[in-house]
Structure formats: structure tokens, C-alpha cells
């Protein structure tokens, strides 16, 4: 982001009210490199493509809100292959981390990464300091530390059926094991904080929150999350779970978030309430079936229908349920864009 649009997002987290109303969104390998004309694989192989996408993005849509910017990342393989996994590539596919542990008597015998050296992570870091000053010459600044949250990472580690099984057969071991994964964030999100001083936000990502009740949230996810997102003194603490469900949203403040994005299956107005306006919501457009597959007339229909349920727009960044989805084309993101400036304008 520009010293500008963070001004805005920090004036967005404060409860101005911004007219018109800001448009923001999560870009990274699912959409980038295709709508970029690359494939998946070069984006996550070529250094300079992966910077021109990005590139490309911010002279597209100038105005556009993109988190977190420049994100260097291999997808799901990002931290779970400094635990250790077989990271699986194809060259217009989405890369796959295999699990590491057949079962949590493996445990043990994980490894505890160094977030220095191991796995994908030093190329993670070493990427945005290869092209730091070129990014600062578009006026742009590495702004956010990024992890997938621990039991995401632990689904990876595990394969997503144990783990949830283990959180009711053995649930000591698994507290200790989203400890340990804990611990590994922490360390990594302060080696990326530590890298780039313009950081000044984190940003963790953890759809399995989703797939809890209650109890097993209080017990399994909002201890190491509050842990987490009090790790860092930053402004910004952005927490994407689109994962249908409310089960982490009466926990939010507490957690420390001020930044959510969520499922698309619940509205802007209903979270809000259940927010009580505290927290910053990023969306609400549904991104496969309007955002991906729907025409600009389904994207401006979308966007009024949204407009129209929210009574206060204070605290509101439009944009999708989720991340930028594959597929999206050039003519429905400016159509996001004309729609919002139209209805939401001063």
C-alpha cells in the first residue's frame, strides 16, 4: 500500500466514516498470476514475474486497497514446509503440503522449524528484499506480516480428518501440538516484522476455525490465537476465516483482531451487529458466483443489494466473502469499483 491508502485504512480502523466508501482485497496465487497471464507455477518460480503481476494489479486498479500487497507466499505450502512437508507442484495448479505426521504419536518427533532457514520460508523473506527498493519506487511498502493461523497449519501437518478426530480422542496432545505451531508463528511473523521496519500490521488467515463449535473453539483456538495477535504492537490485525460460521465473532476483540473477513453467507449488516461496530468488516460479495462467474451486471446488482442492507457504513471496506477468487475478470473488478464510487460517493 501507498502512505496514503494506509492512512485510510488506519482512518477506516478509527470509525471514519470515508466517502466513497473504500475497496479493498485479498490478492495472492489463487487469481493473480492467470488474470496476469502467467501460470501458477511461474508465479511462485520467477522472481520478476511474480513482481510484475503484482505490478500490473496496482496500475490496473490504483485505487484499489490490496492485502496484503506484494505477498510473497507458495500458497499452502508456505509454512508447512518448514515443518517438514512434501511440498506437491503443477504448473496451473495449486500447491499441495503433505502431511507429516500418520499420527500424533509422530509428534515427538516433529521438527520445531527455524524460521532462518527452513523450508520455503527464506525464500518468503528473501523475495520482497530482492525488490524492496522497486516496490518503494511505485511508493509502495511491505506493511503486513503474514502466517496461516495454527490449526490451519496443523490440518496441513496432520490431514484435516485427524485432526479434527484428535481434537476430541486426544485433546492434551493436540493443545500442546497448536502450542508448538503457536510458538512457530510468533517467531516467524517477528522475523518478517523484524526484515521490513514499514511493517505495522499482521495478517493470519485460519479457515479451520471455522469447522468448531464453541467449546472446542474456547479450548483449541482462542487461547493461541489471542496469544498470536497479541505477539505484535502493531496497528493492524487483520484475521480472515471464511469459513461459514460465527463461532470465533463474540471473540474477536478480545483476540485482539480490529480487521475480519469472513464468509459471504453472512451479511455486512449481521456481522456488524454481532461485531457490535468494533471490529473493521472486509466484504461482502459473494467471489465465485458473482465475483468469478457473473457478468458486470450481476457484480453491480450484487454490490446495491449489499449496500442497501447495511444501515452504517462506518468501519465497512467492500470487497469479496473471502479472497480474490480465480478467475475473476478485469470487467467485473471495475465494475465493483464504478458501482461502489456511484452509490457510495459524497
Known sequence: MTDEQWQILLAIIKGENLKPLPVGFIIDSPWLPNWAGISIFDYFSNPELWFLANIKAIKTFPEVLFFPGFWSEYGMCSEPSAFGSRCIWGENEFPFAEKVLQSISDLPNLPQPDVHKDGLLPFIIKRPIQFQKHIEEQGRRIRFAVSRGPL??????????DFLIALKTQPKEINLFLKRIS????????????????VDGMFLLDDMVGFLGEGDFCTFALPFLTKIFHSLDVSIKFFHNDTPGMVSVPYL???????YNFSFQHSLQEMKEATKNEIVLLGNIPPREVMSEGTPETVVESVRQTLNMVRDTSKIILSCGGGMPPGVPTKNIIAFLETVKRLTKK
Request: zero cysteines; a negative charge; glycine letters at 6%.
Open 183 to 198: 510458538n512457530f508463528i510468533i517467531e516467524w511473523l517477528w522475523f518478517q516484522k523484524e526484515t521490513f521496519p514499514s
Open 152 to 161: 490451519n497449519i496443523a490440518s496441513f501437518l496432520m490431514g484435516s480428518t
Open 253 to 259: 476483540k478480545e483476540i485482539g483482531v480490529n480487521l
